[in-house]
Nanobody
Framework: QVQLVESGGGLVQAGGSLRLSCAAS????????MAWFRQAPGKERELVAA????????YYANSVKGRFTISRDNAKNTVYLQMNSLKPEDTAVYYC??????????????????WGQGTQVTVSS
């Protein structure tokens, strides 16, 4: 099992920044990657950013490219999502996830094994 605990959400004005953190514990070695998903009211969960432990490759949704950065601190088993130039449409609950998804299906929320509790990000206009 892998446990994930997110922090760092909150209320920010449009154009502002937030940094989300995700502390991982447990059988992290059983995972091949971590990612951040988000879910806005009335919408499906969407993949925001992801990275692979093995290859170091990263992925960003088109809607956040150039504004969000995913990174990790291996010593602390912590993953971060730096969010800059935030927009009202970024408002959502953000979830940290971990697992071993295949390369072709990692955008699908259903293939990730472990989920954090979620943290609310609200961007006011």
């Amino acid at each position: 099992q892998v446990q994930l605990v997110e922090s760092g959400g909150g209320l920010v004005q449009a154009g502002g920044s937030l940094r989300l953190s995700c502390a991982a514990s447990g059988r992290i070695a059983s995972t091949s990657g971590m990612a951040w998903f988000r879910q806005a009211p009335g919408k499906e969960r969407e993949l925001v950013a992801a990275f692979s432990w093995s290859t170091g490759n990263t992925y960003y949704a088109n809607s956040v490219k150039g504004r969000f950065t995913i990174s990790r601190d291996n010593a602390k088993n912590t993953v971060y999502l730096q969010m800059n130039s935030l927009k009202p449409e970024d408002t959502a609950v953000y979830y940290c996830v971990a697992g071993a998804p295949s390369e072709n299906y990692f955008r699908d929320a259903g293939v990730w094994d472990y989920w954090g509790q979620g943290t609310q990000v609200t961007v006011s206009s």
